[in-house]
Structure formats: C-alpha cells, structure tokens
C-alpha cells in the first residue's frame, strides 16, 4: 500500500512539475482526502487532551489547507489552463 501510495504521489508530482491540469485536480483531492483523514485524529486529541497528535494532526490539516487554497488561485489556475 505504501508503494502504491507513494508511486500515486509521484505521479502527482510529476504532473504538476508539467503544469498538467489533471494533476492540479488530483492534488486538490488528495489535500481535501488528507483533511478528512486528519478531522477523526485531530477530534480525539482534543478530547482526550493530548497534546502530541493535537499539533502534528492540526499541522497536516494547516498544510493541506494551504496546498488547497495556493492551488485555488487564480493566477495559478490560469498557469495550469495553458
């Protein structure tokens, strides 16, 4: 699963470098797939008051929200349209 992951990741990447609208899509669902997978973590910590997952969980939402939103741009949607 982990190579799996990792080769989606790649490929990702890789479309991205190419300007590839396709892969500015697929980077928007996975950063909004990483978010509600990281809600359920961050959720616990904060009723169990555990401080550790508390902040890596909120961090990874913090930087899935940043990918989201740089991604959203207009002047970067329009870099990907050519």
């Known amino acids: 699963m982990f190579l799996l992951m990792s080769g989606v990741g790649a490929i990702i990447g890789w479309g991205l470098l190419r300007l590839n609208r396709w892969a500015r899509r697929a980077a928007l669902l996975a950063a909004l797939a990483g978010i509600v997978e990281l809600v359920p973590t961050v959720s616990v910590a904060v009723l169990e008051v555990r401080a550790k997952p ?29």
């Open 54 to 82: 508390l902040i890596w969980g909120g961090l990874g939402v913090i930087v899935r929200v940043m990918i989201m939103w740089y991604l959203y741009q207009e002047p970067v949607a329009q870099e990907f349209e050519r």
